[in-house]
């Protein structure tokens, strides 16, 4: 029983009658809440740790959210690196993917940001990737694949994953930079909400023709599939699905009936994709779909059989990377791209999570370790580079389980995943117009997201609506004048700066973000009407014990008075506060 005196020095909701009891009399009021933080009545927070058996089911849920995602990001890579259908490297590639992505994972969620964040690829990468391999590389149709042999056919797609490889790896440099000096936060000075803007919008829309093509492979299956995903997300998304329930008591079977009420807005793209596939398998069965059609499942040959059962990644197994200038300046453009939404979630997953906002050490250690994750991808080979899951983010607002255990767990069956090799190949057989409708679906959720940070400037401004509106319409309009008539092209005469300059024009989210950042910061105007808020200092005080460093922290604070220069350090957990005068013994 809970004495009349804990009753009454403890009104506060936020306890429950179990904290409060074993609190005893000496139970204290709770401090304010951060004005950053949000009620979201979590049912685990950042530092809990739920049962094992539930966090098994809600990593592998964070699993199946993010791996529709991130696994089109290879399968579209490999039409550009000319890998043929039946190619076993498909499956490899794909399982490299998966194995980066935990690993990047875990790497953030312990020595990171610390937030229940999980890392994939991106497909802010996938623009100037197409662009480099078409630039510096005739396209795969004008090859004759089939009449080469296969040792020529895996040279050809072999150098161009080096060189992808080297942009990346090369330009994880320069985020691994900025993150480890603490330059991020003088980065972000400059690239204001209308730079952001056209950078990440037209991420999204320059897939335009690209997804016409895909989806015109088989039009009924395409937009069957977008319609699912459509039907699951929205139409669908609130109503119950019945599910037996676990009746373990306490939180457990709270979060259980909770679950089962979302189910089909958790994972819409993943029951889309299932559903497709199986019709897509049954039509084929009983040859609905016409020999050939890009619908069938059976168009892979003999991929599944050729690949092995397990297959453990290693740097360099497509050979050491290859630098070019064209490929580094392509690159560059969207990690800056990446840097900004990545910063952009960790702030909306410290609201959600109910975590106060993070601190700039916080932020710096979240873009050094992405830096690193894109470095590996670099020396792995996975086609792309790694930065948050937003979708992720929303899984926890819907589920409000924040714990970062559970997504620590996600990273290790993403390895799992990844290790097994027939299931990247099963992975690649899924049929191309199902694809095709999840790409669409993704790129209008990038072009949307790019927009939404028009919510922050005043529209109302002739000036910003010139910015807008200029830096959109030009980065759409001189990549694709360029790219019908590209003898247009200046000519320096040097090679390599030709290049350079032939791949930075070509690509829509380089001209138009460029264009956007130099209009905004060169045209006057308030900071209300661009969109700029005061940075907002945290107070000495503040509680961040989630965003401490495992082992590290303590020790640092245990001899803060001797390590007081580690203050000045942007990846310490101590930087910028004073030392703890009361360690001088």
Known sequence: MVTETTKARAPCPEFSEAEVESAGKEVEMPKAASPSRINTNLIYSVEDVPPW???????????????????????????????????????????TVLVHSGIVTLLQTTFGVRLPIVQGTDFSYMMPV????????????????????????????????????????????????????????????????????????LVGISFFDLCGDKIASHWGVSIMTITLIIMFSFYLGNKAVPQSVLNTGGRA???LVTAGTKMLKCFPVVLAVFLAWGLCAIFTAYDVLAPGSAARTDTKGDLLQRTP????????????????????VSMLGASVASIMESI??????????????????????????EGLGCLLAGLLGTGSGTTSCSQNIGVISITKVASRRVVQISGVILIVSGLVGKFGAILVTIPEPVMAGVLVVMFAMITSIGLSSLQQVDLSSSRNLF????????????????????????????????????????????????????LDNTISGTPEERGLKKEERVPEDSDEECYNLPWITPWIKSHTFRLSWMRFLPVCSTYLRKPNLSHQV
């Not at 809600?58 to 550009?80: D, E, K, R, V």
């Not at 959109?472 to 990549?479: E, M, N, S, T, V």
């Open 467 to 518: 910015i807008l509106g200029f830096s959109i319409f030009f980065g759409l309009l001189l990549p694709k004048w360029l790219t019908r008539n590209p003898e247009s092209l200046l000519g320096t005469g040097w090679a390599a700066f030709d290049q350079v300059l032939r791949v930075f024009l070509l690509t829509p989210m380089m001209v138009g973000g460029v264009v956007g950042c130099v």
């Open 130 to 201: 197409i662009t480099l391999l078409t630039a510096v590389h005739p396209p795969c149709a004008t090859l004759s694949l089939a009449n080469m042999t296969r040792e020529a056919q895996q040279e050809e797609w072999l150098g161009r994953i080096r060189d992808v490889q080297g942009a990346i790896a090369t330009v994880s440099v320069f985020q691994i930079t900025l993150g480890f000096t603490g330059l991020v936060g003088m980065l972000t000075r400059w690239i204001t909400p209308l730079a952001i803007v056209p950078t990440v919008t």
């Open 344 to 369: 952009g979630d960790y702030h909306a997953c410290a609201r959600i999570s109910g975590a106060p906002s993070p601190p700039i050490s916080a932020i710096n250690r979240g873009v050094f370790v």
């Open 309 to 328: 059962w397990f297959y453990v990644p290693y740097p360099g197994q497509w050979g050491w990377p290859r630098v070019t200038a064209a490929g580094v």
């Open 253 to 255: 079977c709270f979060f």
């Open 53 to 95: 058996y539930l966090t098994l089911l809600l990593g592998f849920q964070h699993y199946l959210t993010m791996a529709s995602g991130t696994i089109a990001i290879p399968i579209l890579a490999a039409s550009f690196l000319c890998l043929e259908e039946d190619d076993p490297a498909r499956g490899t590639l794909v399982s």
